[in-house]
Nanobody, 119 residues
Framework: QVQLVESGGGLVQAGDSLRLSCAAS????????VAWFRQAPGKEREFVAA????????YYANSVKGRFTISRDNAKNTVYLQMNTLKPEDTAVYYC????????????WGQGTQVTVSS
């Protein structure tokens, strides 16, 4: 099992920055990839960014490319999502997810953290 705990959400204004954290624990040696997803009210959950746990390979949704950065602190087993130039349409609950085998299906999920961007 892998446990994921997100933090760092909050209320910010358009144009501000925010950094989300996802602390992983448990069988982290089995993790192949980590990702961030988000779900806005009334909308389906959508992919935001992903990276392989122990090798290169980073991917972003077009809507956040150039504004968001996914990174990892190996020593802390923590994944970050740096969000810059936030827009009201970035408002959503952000979820961290981990996969043990592929970047297209995620096996473990965090509880989510709310990000609200006011205009």
């Amino acid at each position: 099992q892998v446990q994921l705990v997100e933090s760092g959400g909050g209320l910010v204004q358009a144009g501000d920055s925010l950094r989300l954290s996802c602390a992983a624990s448990g069988r982290t040696f089995s993790v192949y990839a980590v990702a961030w997803f988000r779900q806005a009210p009334g909308k389906e959950r959508e992919f935001v960014a992903a990276r392989r746990w122990n090798s290169v390979g980073i991917y972003y949704a077009n809507s956040v490319k150039g504004r968001f950065t996914i990174s990892r602190d190996n020593a802390k087993n923590t994944v970050y999502l740096q969000m810059n130039t936030l827009k009201p349409e970035d408002t959503a609950v952000y979820y961290c997810a981990a996969s043990i085998a592929t970047m297209s299906k995620y096996d473990y999920w965090g509880q989510g953290t709310q990000v609200t961007v006011s205009s």
